[in-house]
Structures are given as C-alpha cells and as structure tokens.
C-alpha cells in the first residue's frame, strides 16, 4: 500500500481527501459514539469505585462497592438468576416457535400478504401494551384465560401473581410477539435455492432429512443472528418485566415510586437491569449502581467477543471488498 | 452540552478526591420578609381527589398572599422528588408520603436544614407530638416538618362481625384469630369467600411496621444498625403470624389476596366487604366515606399479642413530612409556605378534614372546627398514645423494612428456615446495605 | 416443484388457523373488555353487554391522553428526522468510502447497538442532570443528532446492496461523495432510510425505559407508553379503562404498518439476511 502509494503521490492525494470527506461524514457520528458511549463506559468505572448520590460529591470508595456486590448484596444474583432464565429459555424458545411458524407459513405458501401480516403484527404492539394486556388475560380473578378454563372446568393458575408462573407467563408473552424474528427466517427459508431440495427429494430423503440437509445449513446465519440478538436482549431485559410487575401487582406507587413494585411477586422478575435501576435510580446509589453496571458490561462483552465473529452481517470485512 | 462535559470532567476529576461535604449551613435574613411575592414550587405525592384537597389549601395561602403563585406538581412520589431536586429542578417544597426519606434527605442536604428559619421566625417545636418531631429530624438536623400524621389501627367490618355472633373489636391477636377464622366462608370449590383477617404479610398495609406494634418489636439500635435479630418480640409475632397462614393455607390466600382489587380504589376488599378485618391508616375513614359510605364498620387500636397486652391502645404513627429543597431558588417563599402548611391551624384543619389524617399541631387538634367522627376519633387516640411507635429514620430509608418483609415473606411460605438464623440474616443484610451508604 | 396433497393442505391450514385464533385472541379480548361497562369488566364475562364506548370517553377525562401522544409524537418525529441527518452519512461513508478507520469505526458502532443501554446508563444521567435537561424528552431526542448506532448499521447494510457501478459512474463523471450521495444512494436508497426512520420512529413511541428514567418526574412530558404503564397503578382495577388506553396505544402504531408494511419487513429482514 505505501510502495503504491509514493509509486502514485495522485493517488495518495485523492486518498486523503477521500478520508477527509469520510470523517466529515462521521464527524457528528463520532463525536456522539465518545459522549454517549466511549465516555460513559469509562465513567461508569470510575463512578463505580465510588459512593455517588448526585446530592453530595462523589467519594471515592475504593472497591466497596465489588464487596458488597459480591459478597453481601441480598438480591443480585436473584435477579442475574432471573436474566439467565430469560436467555436460556426465552430466547430458545422464540427461536424455535417463531422457526416453525415461518416453515409453516413456508410450505403452506402462505409466506406473504394476510397470513405473514397476522403472525407478524403482533410484534409491533407497543411492549408496555402488550404487557398490559397480557396481564389482564391472565388475571385471576376476571382475566379471560382463566374464565375459559374455568368454563372447561379447570381452576386456572395465578400467573403473573404467582412466583413459580410469572417468568413463564411473560414466555408466552415473547411467543406472542415472535413475528420479529419468524419474518427474518421467512425471507431466509424462501431464499433457500428449491434446487436443492429437488435433489436432495430425488436422493429419497425424508422431510427430517431435507431439514437437517438442505434446510438447516441454509438458515444457520440467521439463526446466528437470532440467537445473538436475542441473547443481547434477553440481557437487557426491562420493560416487560417491569410493566407486569407494575400492573400484576395491583399496588398504586402511592409514595415510594416505581421501585417498589419492581420484582413482583416475590422477586420472580427481577431482572439483572431492573435491579441497576432500583439501586441506582430509586435508591439513588449511583456508585454502586455503576459497578453493577460494569459487571454486567464485562459479561455482556465476553458473549460478544465470542460470538460477534460468526454474525456475517456484524463484521466489516465486505465494506472494503 | 460542553458545559455539561466540562462539569462532569470536573466532578470525576476533582470531588470524587474531594471529602464529604455535608449540608452546608446557609446564611438566611435576620428578619422575615414582611410581603411575600414570587412563585414557589409544591411537589407533593397526592392525587386525585385528595389533590384537591391540598389544592383548596394552596388557594387559601395564595389569598392571603396576593403575590404569590404556587405551582403545583402533584403525583409526585419519592423516587420522583429525589430525581428532581437531585437534578435541580424548580423544586421549593416538597412533601413525601412517609418518613423514610428524612435520613438520607436530611445527611445528603437534599433537603434544607430548618433550623435557622425556626430559631428565627420562633416556631414552637413543642406543638408538635414528640412522635412527629422526632421523625421529621436526623442526627441533629431539622429538616423537614410533619404534614399530618397517619396512625394505623384496625378496621372491623360491624355487620360480618355481628353476623359472626361478636360485639366488639378484638384486643389480642389470639382473639382476633379465632374471631377471623369463624368470619371466614368459603365457596363451594374450597376457595375463600368472605376471610376474616387476612394474615398474609404484604397485603395491602399488612406491612412489618404495622406487626411491630402487636408485640412493641424494635427495629435500629441506636448507633443506627439493626435490632432486629437482638429483639425476641420480632420471632414471636412471626411464629404466630406463620402458624395462623398456615391454618387457612398459604395458597388459598395468596389466591384470594391475587384476586382483590387495589387498595386505594372502590374494589379495596374492606370496603367491597370481602375481608371483615384489617390494619389499615386512618386515610381510609375518608375513602370509605367517599367510595363505601353505606359500610358499617368500627376501628380500633392495633391488637396485641396476648402476652404483650400492656401494650394495648396504640398503633404505628408515621405521617406525611414537608422540607424546602436544596435548590430552592425562594427558600423564604418556599419556607413561608411550608410554615403555612404545617402549623397554620385554619390549614392544618383543613387538611385534615379534607384527607382524614391525623392533624400534628396541638391547636389543630384542640379546634372546634376538626371533624370528629367515632371511626376517626380512635386514631386520633392513638397518635396520642404512649405505646404507638413510628419507624426511625436511616440513611437506608426504608431499607431495613424492606429487608424485614423480604424474609418475611419467606418465611410465611414456609422457605425462612430457621427463624433465629433468618432474623440474624436481616441483620446482616441492613448493617451491610448501611455500611455501603454510610462508608467505612 | 413439489405438489401437495390434499390432506397436507387441509392439514397445514387448520393449523394455522388454530394458531391464527390464539395470536388474534389477545387483542380480540383487549378491545371487547374495553367496549365494555367499568362494572362489567369486573366480572368474569368475555362479551360486552350492552356494548358501552363510556370506557373510551373516560379515557380522555381522566388522562391527558391527547397530551401523551402530542408528546410522543413529538419524540419520535425529532428522534427520527435527527437520526437521519446524523446517520444516513455515517452510514453511506462506512459502507462507500474506503478509508484507514473505517473497520475500526464500523466494530464500534456495531458493539454501541449491543451493549445493553443499562451499561451507561449512570454517567448519561448525571451528565443530563448538569445540563440541567431531566424532566424533559430532550435527552432522549438530541442524541440521535449525534447519530445511532442501530440506523447507521440498517443503512449501512442497505447502501451496500447497492450496486457499485451507479456511485462508480457518477464518480468519473467527477461528482463529490457528498453529491454521489445526495443524487445517487439517496434516491435509490428511499427504501431503507424509510425503513431505518420506521424503526427508529417505533422505538422511540414505545420507549419506556427512557422516559422513565428521564421524564417521570414531570406528567407534562410523559410519552403515551409510559403513561399507560402508570395508569394502571394509580387507578385500580378499572380493566375496561385500561383496555381503552390500551387499545389507543395500539392502533397508531398498527396503522402506520398498514400503510408501510412493504418497508418495513424489507427493513427487518436485511438486519439479518443479508449483508
């Protein structure tokens, strides 16, 4: 490149323009990724050796703030336990329900207009809507849900009032809104080229056989991209927990705000996200607040390191090809 | 948004270094100004209707000050408050629901120390119950003022009471139990139907604050560190507490417990007459007035468990608190207002009759125009009595309550393991969370 | 091409009949509750009778309503229309220019779009608080001025879709990058900037977490998402009220996808499938 390059000082002239006019290009871009990313990340380090309740002047704390994060926090890993829930099972099974509504949708050439739009609008309700209405369907006492099963004879559950069902009723919940993804895997699933199931047809292969073979390898980028983001999600997860708490609790925020219903009931939605909220915006315990931050960001960027690389569309290279 | 970056550079850089600075005590006017104008700020957590009626009280102040604009934020609660005086919103007064926000408002200086404006303007302290006094300061400093108090006591549905052979309100647990269950029906699915007492912990005011008073449990030490797992009274009322869920069944009443409707609506499952008994604020004779007004119903105190009974006649007080904010642009407005709001009697007894709380100032009580009624009269009897107890306050706010309810909650599902072991983990859990606010 | 058989047919479209049912179920139940009386819908009845709209009036009474979607109209319009004249030549320079960085710039951008926004959440926030704008949206709609990070990633996937051989043509016939951009990626681009400024617009309509963390303290700038998920809580068991506002909330958003749904499903899928 730069034998070339004093080979051609024109070139190297034209180039330098070139990155000129990029970086103006980025320049707002950029100046944003360091107030809102790059300086907020290290600040949340910094912030997190320290106790921080925007009142008084941070003091510095040295690692106090890890100690009792690690060794003396009543809640924490509640609520790490209840985030890896949702990335373990959340994000699987949206992952395979939205797959098999898209392979239905597929080869029952339904793949577009009336039927795509159905399976798919419901992703786009506003999540706090459809957290609330979900919550009402499932409510004990006049919720929909239970009256029908009532009507069959069954006494229907608590769900979202009860501990053990509240996680599993915001599942259903994210099967409800898995158009998001099922339109991904809809557009992969028709771009598989038909020849190949010709063939693989014609080599007698069963319909579990042509998914293994022909269908599967086809999609695997996309259920990489599926898995990741949703993983990414699942980590963040916030508002929908938040909400059910809120309205399944049935308490009004009379004085105490919006941590107080956070965790309903008993802590079973406590997510790792909500917990940084309570402890930093509620309890107003900003040092603190950061550290948990920065241990949420150190797991979240090691699921990165592993696994940015096998999403095609995550990585530069094609830019400069 | 580069003075923004520059200031946070500066703070990161240079006070994360710099030693704790307290409140600082601020200069103040020898004499207070003799004509208020201006605009003041009230956030306040009330709404609807009693929005209102803080709303009627504000218009008076604004009468008699013709100058002056109160701008009204209501449904303030107190994550809400602290965000924005922490922000430095236009916030001059602001009142919270509880007074668990008197220690850490008071050491973090969010809200103003009053002292200065007391001594001056010569506000008699001694008007106010020694209760409401103590809760409205911190470590020496006096920064908040009782706005009305709430006393907790019990609620008795008359007509399920008499329909269960009974003519009076229970005393001690022991009897409230056996009165309880006898009240409760149930439906032909063995679900329940009308209960009693409910004695699930977290329903509604069924709050750890509220337990306390049926065997006089303590909860901080003095040094401010927890006392629970030091007080043997806290196992006593838990033992019982267990022993009585257990008899109807912790899913039976966690099912009814899902299905009543909110408690500060018309569906409150007291009112509905869903549930024949319960602790419950004195707030509540105002809503039964407005939502229930045919419900015939009695209070009294907060029973007691029998061997405590000497403790009979009281009940939790805690009370709605006011301070001037840090950033208070017209802290001799905001005091003004402040002062009217919480030892003008015409005031004090207008809110009282509006919200149905307890009026704190001596004068107010004593004026012929508060309204009485039978149901009121008995919690108005328990602020004054000597075996009521209030919640100290801590830089942890209500941290260690929620530490209590959190075990609590445990343990009446039968997962608390063993309770000296259970307590002692309450303890540890608040001294650690008082430890991370309060430093090394 | 393989023929299906009768029995498949009848097979495969019961099934998603059935399943068709239970996805419309939910908002079938939300908009009947909500057509129904406040004493009604305490009761354990799915149909509405009589059929009442004093749920939908109520709503307009005792909420704001207009005021929240007034407000969250106004976020994600200015989110929107700021994100694209930071974002679209961001974007076009990633995908377009070849430059030292770029790599470098790209891999932040993607790991700014991931990292769960809780991360800085704490110093945003103290930052906001100095500039004295909490209680406000406008921490929320002044950053995308300063680009974000999901749209520069949806554009730069679409702009690399297009072939080279237009911006190559333009480029001997000495048009800046600017101008290559201007006449040539924007125009052929319409269909992902619309579906970048969809994407956006929706997230900014149903933030809650942002609002929440920005504007709760102050009712004269609550979005309608965050509003209805704080009605609930101050005004009890009142399900058909809730169901109306809920209902509300909805249909906007629905109605807007009626009227770009070709968009926005392109824009979904090139988030995953190519590039």
Same mark, same amino acid.
């Given at each position: 490149?730069?034998?070339?390059?004093?080979?051609?000082?024109?070139?190297?002239?034209?180039?330098?323009?070139?990155?000129?006019?990029?970086? $103006?290009?980025?320049?707002?871009?950029?100046?944003?990724?360091?107030?809102?990313?790059?300086?907020?990340?290290?600040?949340?380090?910094?912030?997190?050796?320290?106790?921080?309740?925007?009142?008084?002047?941070?003091?510095?704390?040295?690692? &106090?703030?890890?100690?009792?994060?690690?060794?003396?926090?009543?809640?924490?890993?509640?609520?790490?336990?209840?985030?890896?829930?949702?990335?373990?099972?959340?994000?699987?099974?949206?992952?395979?329900?939205?797959?098999?509504?898209?392979?239905?949708?597929?080869?029952?050439?339904?793949?577009?207009?009336?039927?795509?739009?159905?399976?798919?609008?419901?992703?786009?309700?506003?999540?706090?809507?459809?957290?609330?209405?979900?919550?009402?369907?499932?409510?004990?006492?006049?919720?929909?849900?239970?009256?029908?099963?009532?009507?069959? $004879?069954?006494? $229907?559950?608590?769900?979202?009032?009860?501990?053990?069902?509240?996680?599993?009723?915001?599942?259903?919940?994210?099967?409800?809104?898995?158009?998001?993804?099922?339109?991904?895997?809809?557009?992969?699933?028709?771009?598989?080229? &038909?020849?190949?199931?010709?063939?693989?047809?014609?080599?007698?292969?069963?319909?579990?056989? &042509?998914?293994?073979?022909?269908?599967?390898?086809?999609?695997?980028?996309?259920?990489?991209?599926?898995?990741?983001?949703?993983?990414?999600?699942?980590?963040?997860?916030?508002?929908?927990?938040?909400?059910?708490?809120?309205?399944?609790?049935?308490?009004?925020?009379?004085?105490?705000?919006?941590?107080?219903?956070?965790?309903?009931?008993?802590?079973?939605?406590?997510?790792?996200?909500?917990?940084?909220?309570?402890?930093?915006?509620?309890?107003?315990?900003?040092?603190?607040?950061?550290?948990?931050?920065?241990?949420?960001?150190?797991?979240?960027?090691?699921?990165?390191?592993?696994?940015?690389?096998?999403?095609?569309?995550?990585?530069?290279?094609?830019?400069?090809? | 948004?580069?003075?923004?970056?520059?200031?946070?550079?500066?703070?990161?850089?240079?006070?994360?270094?710099?030693?704790?600075?307290?409140?600082?005590?601020?200069?103040?006017?020898?004499?207070?100004? =003799?004509?208020?104008?201006?605009?003041?700020?009230?956030?306040?957590?009330?709404?609807?209707?009693?929005?209102?009626?803080?709303?009627?009280?504000?218009?008076? %102040?604004?009468?008699?000050?013709?100058?002056?604009?109160?701008?009204?934020?209501?449904?303030?609660?107190?994550?809400?408050?602290?965000?924005?005086?922490?922000?430095?919103?236009?916030?001059?007064?602001?009142?919270?629901?509880?007074?668990?926000?008197?220690?850490?408002?008071? !050491?973090?200086?969010?809200?103003?120390?009053?002292?200065?404006?007391?001594?001056?303007?010569?506000?008699?302290?001694?008007?106010?119950?020694?209760?409401?006094?103590?809760?409205?300061? %911190?470590?020496?400093?006096?920064?908040?003022?009782?706005?009305? =108090?709430?006393?907790?006591?019990?609620?008795?549905?008359?007509?399920?009471?008499?329909?269960?052979?009974?003519?009076? =309100?229970?005393?001690?647990?022991?009897?409230?139990?056996?009165?309880?269950?006898?009240?409760?029906?149930?439906?032909?699915?063995? !679900?329940?139907?009308?209960?009693?007492?409910?004695?699930?912990?977290?329903?509604?005011?069924?709050?750890?604050?509220?337990?306390?008073?049926?065997?006089?449990?303590?909860?901080?030490?003095?040094?401010?560190?927890?006392?629970?797992?030091?007080?043997?009274?806290?196992?006593?009322?838990?033992?019982?507490?267990?022993? %009585?869920?257990?008899?109807?069944?912790?899913?039976?009443?966690?099912?009814?417990?899902?299905?009543?409707?909110?408690?500060?609506?018309?569906?409150?499952? %007291?009112?509905?007459?869903?549930?024949?008994?319960?602790?419950?604020?004195?707030?509540?004779?105002?809503?039964?007035?407005?939502?229930?007004?045919?419900?015939?119903?009695?209070?009294?105190?907060?029973?007691?468990?029998?061997?405590?009974?000497?403790?009979?006649?009281?009940?939790?007080?805690?009370?709605?608190?006011?301070?001037?904010?840090?950033?208070?642009?017209?802290?001799?407005?905001?005091?003004?207002?402040?002062?009217?709001?919480?030892?003008?009697?015409?005031?004090?007894?207008?809110?009282?009759?509006?919200?149905?709380?307890?009026?704190?100032?001596?004068?107010?009580?004593?004026? /012929?125009?508060?309204?009485?009624?039978?149901?009121?009269?008995?919690?108005?009897?328990?602020?004054?009595?000597?075996?009521?107890?209030?919640?100290?306050?801590?830089?942890?706010?209500?941290?260690?309550?929620?530490?209590?309810?959190?075990?609590?909650?445990?343990?009446?599902?039968?997962?608390?393991?063993?309770?000296?072991?259970?307590?002692?983990?309450?303890?540890?859990?608040?001294?650690?969370?008082?430890?991370?606010?309060?430093? /090394? | 091409?393989?023929?299906?058989?009768?029995?498949?047919?009848?097979?495969?479209?019961?099934?998603?009949?059935?399943?068709?049912?239970?996805?419309?179920?939910?908002?079938?139940?939300?908009?009947?509750?909500?057509?129904?009386?406040?004493?009604?819908?305490?009761?354990?009845?799915?149909?509405?009778?009589?059929?009442?709209?004093?749920?939908?009036?109520?709503? @307009?009474?005792?909420?704001?309503?207009?005021?929240? @979607?007034?407000?969250?109209?106004?976020?994600?319009?200015?989110?929107?229309?700021?994100?694209?004249?930071?974002?679209?030549?961001?974007?076009?320079?990633?995908?377009?220019?070849?430059?030292?960085?770029?790599?470098?710039?790209?891999?932040?951008?993607?790991?700014?779009?991931?990292?769960?926004?809780?991360?800085?959440?704490?110093?945003?926030?103290?930052?906001?608080?100095?500039?004295?704008?909490?209680?406000?949206?406008?921490?929320?709609?002044?950053?995308?001025?300063?680009?974000?990070?999901?749209?520069?990633?949806?554009?730069?996937?679409?702009?690399?879709?297009?072939?080279?051989?237009?911006?190559?043509?333009?480029?001997?016939?000495?048009?800046?990058?600017?101008?290559?951009?201007?006449?040539? +990626?924007?125009?052929?681009?319409?269909?992902?900037?619309?579906?970048?400024?969809?994407?956006?617009?929706?997230?900014?309509?149903?933030?809650?977490?942002?609002?929440?963390?920005?504007?709760?303290?102050?009712?004269?700038?609550?979005?309608?998402?965050?509003?209805?998920?704080?009605?609930?809580?101050?005004?009890?068991?009142?399900?058909?009220?809730?169901?109306?506002?809920?209902?509300?909330?909805?249909?906007?958003?629905?109605? +807007?996808?009626?009227?770009?749904?070709?968009? @926005?499903?392109?824009?979904?899928?090139?988030?995953?499938?190519?590039?």
């Amino acid at each position: 490149m730069t034998a070339v390059s004093e080979l051609r000082p024109g070139l190297r002239r034209s180039q330098r323009r070139r990155r000129l006019t990029a970086y $103006g290009m980025l320049a707002p871009a950029l100046l944003g990724l360091v107030i809102f990313f790059v300086y907020p990340l290290i600040a949340s380090v910094v912030f997190s050796f320290t106790r921080y309740d925007l009142l008084s002047d941070p003091q510095w704390i040295g690692l &106090r703030n890890y100690e009792y994060l690690f060794t003396q926090d009543p809640k924490v890993w509640i609520a790490a336990g209840n985030t890896l829930w949702f990335v373990l099972l959340l994000v699987p099974v949206r992952i395979v329900t939205a797959l098999l509504v898209a392979m239905l949708l597929a080869s029952a050439r339904r793949a577009s207009g009336f039927w795509r739009t159905a399976f798919y609008l419901p992703a786009l309700v506003p999540p706090v809507a459809s957290v609330v209405a979900f919550v009402f369907l499932f409510n004990p006492g006049t919720g929909p849900v239970n009256t029908i099963l009532r009507f069959f $004879g069954v006494q $229907g559950p608590l769900w979202f009032n009860d501990p053990a069902l509240a996680k599993p009723s915001l599942l259903l919940l994210g099967i409800w809104v898995l158009g998001d993804i099922m339109i991904i895997f809809l557009a992969a699933l028709l771009d598989v080229p &038909r020849e190949q199931y010709e063939a693989a047809e014609l080599d007698g292969a069963n319909g579990v056989q &042509r998914f293994r073979y022909v269908t599967l390898p086809n999609i695997v980028p996309v259920l990489v991209f599926a898995l990741v983001t949703g993983v990414i999600a699942a980590l963040q997860y916030f508002t929908e927990a938040a909400v059910a708490s809120a309205v399944a609790s049935g308490k009004a925020t009379v004085g105490e705000g919006a941590g107080q219903t956070i965790g309903y009931p008993d802590d079973a939605l406590l997510t790792y996200t909500q917990w940084i909220y309570v402890r930093g915006f509620s309890n107003f315990q900003l040092g603190y607040a950061s550290a948990l931050a920065v241990l949420l960001f150190v797991v979240a960027a090691l699921f990165l390191v592993l696994l940015l690389r096998r999403v095609k569309a995550f990585t530069p290279e094609e830019a400069q090809g | 948004m580069k003075r923004s970056i520059a200031a946070i550079a500066a703070v990161s850089a240079v006070s994360l270094l710099a030693a704790c600075s307290g409140p600082s005590n601020q200069e103040i006017d020898p004499t207070a100004p =003799a004509h208020l104008e201006g605009t003041v700020s009230l956030w306040h957590f009330f709404s609807d209707r009693e929005a209102d009626v803080i709303q009627s009280v504000v218009d008076d %102040f604004e009468k008699a000050n013709p100058d002056v604009t109160v701008d009204v934020h209501s449904g303030q609660d107190d994550e809400k408050l602290q965000k924005a005086i922490s922000a430095g919103n236009n916030v001059d007064v602001g009142i919270s629901y509880s007074t668990d926000i008197v220690g850490a408002f008071c !050491s973090s200086g969010a809200f103003r120390d009053l002292g200065p404006y007391i001594e001056r303007d010569g506000v008699d302290l001694s008007q106010f119950s020694d209760t409401t006094a103590s809760y409205t300061q %911190f470590e020496g400093t006096r920064c908040a003022l009782p706005v009305l =108090a709430d006393a907790y006591g019990l609620y008795v549905n008359d007509d399920l009471l008499a329909a269960a052979g009974y003519d009076h =309100a229970p005393k001690t647990l022991e009897e409230l139990e056996e009165m309880a269950l006898k009240m409760t029906t149930y439906n032909p699915d063995g !679900s329940i139907k009308v209960l009693g007492f409910n004695p699930l912990m977290g329903y509604y005011e069924n709050t750890p604050t509220n337990w306390a008073l049926t065997v006089g449990a303590t909860w901080l030490k003095d040094d401010g560190t927890s006392n629970i797992g030091s007080d043997p009274a806290w196992a006593e009322v838990l033992q019982w507490q267990k022993a %009585f869920v257990d008899k109807i069944g912790y899913d039976k009443l966690q099912a009814f417990s899902a299905g009543m409707g909110q408690e500060f609506s018309a569906d409150n499952a %007291f009112q509905t007459g869903a549930i024949a008994m319960q602790f419950d604020g004195e707030y509540r004779t105002a809503f039964i007035a407005d939502q229930a007004p045919d419900l015939n119903y009695e209070t009294a105190p907060i029973p007691t468990l029998a061997a405590h009974s000497d403790r009979y006649g009281g009940g939790y007080v805690t009370g709605n608190i006011g301070g001037i904010a840090k950033g208070s642009k017209n802290p001799e407005l905001a005091w003004a207002l402040l002062k009217y709001l919480t030892t003008d009697t015409a005031a004090v007894v207008k809110l009282s009759n509006g919200l149905k709380n307890a009026p704190t100032t001596k004068d107010a009580l004593a004026s /012929p125009d508060l309204e009485v009624s039978p149901q009121f009269q008995t919690f108005l009897d328990i602020v004054a009595n000597p075996n009521s107890m209030t919640t100290p306050p801590s830089k942890v706010g209500a941290g260690y309550q929620q530490a209590m309810g959190d075990y609590w909650n445990k343990w009446q599902q039968g997962d608390g393991g063993d309770l000296t072991d259970g307590l002692a983990g309450v303890d540890k859990a608040i001294n650690d969370s008082l430890s991370l606010v309060e430093g /090394p | 091409m393989r023929r299906m058989s009768p029995v498949t047919w009848v097979a495969q479209h019961t099934l998603l009949a059935a399943l068709l049912v239970l996805f419309a179920a939910p908002v079938l139940f939300v908009a009947l509750t909500s057509f129904m009386t406040n004493d009604q819908a305490l009761t354990a009845t799915l149909w509405p009778n009589p059929w009442s709209v004093e749920a939908y009036v109520e709503a @307009f009474e005792r909420v704001p309503l207009l005021r929240w @979607f007034a407000n969250s109209a106004l976020y994600a319009v200015l989110a929107t229309a700021f994100m694209l004249l930071s974002s679209v030549p961001a974007a076009y320079a990633l995908a377009r220019i070849r430059f030292r960085g770029a790599n470098v710039i790209f891999v932040a951008v993607v790991v700014a779009m991931l990292l769960p926004p809780q991360i800085t959440a704490v110093p945003l926030y103290v930052m906001w608080v100095k500039a004295g704008m909490t209680g406000t949206l406008l921490p929320l709609i002044l950053p995308n001025l300063l680009g974000d990070a999901f749209s520069i990633f949806l554009l730069r996937q679409f702009f690399l879709t297009i072939p080279r051989e237009y911006s190559d043509a333009a480029r001997v016939d000495g048009a800046s990058e600017w101008g290559i951009l201007w006449r040539v +990626i924007i125009p052929m681009a319409r269909p992902g900037i619309a579906a970048a400024a969809l994407f956006l617009f929706f997230n900014s309509w149903n933030d809650f977490y942002g609002p929440l963390l920005y504007t709760s303290e102050n009712q004269e700038w609550w979005p309608v998402a965050y509003g209805l998920a704080t009605f609930r809580g101050s005004h009890s068991t009142n399900w058909s009220l809730t169901m109306a506002i809920t209902m509300l909330v909805m249909i906007p958003v629905v109605l +807007i996808f009626f009227f770009a749904q070709r968009v @926005f499903v392109e824009g979904i899928t090139l988030t995953g499938v190519k590039g």
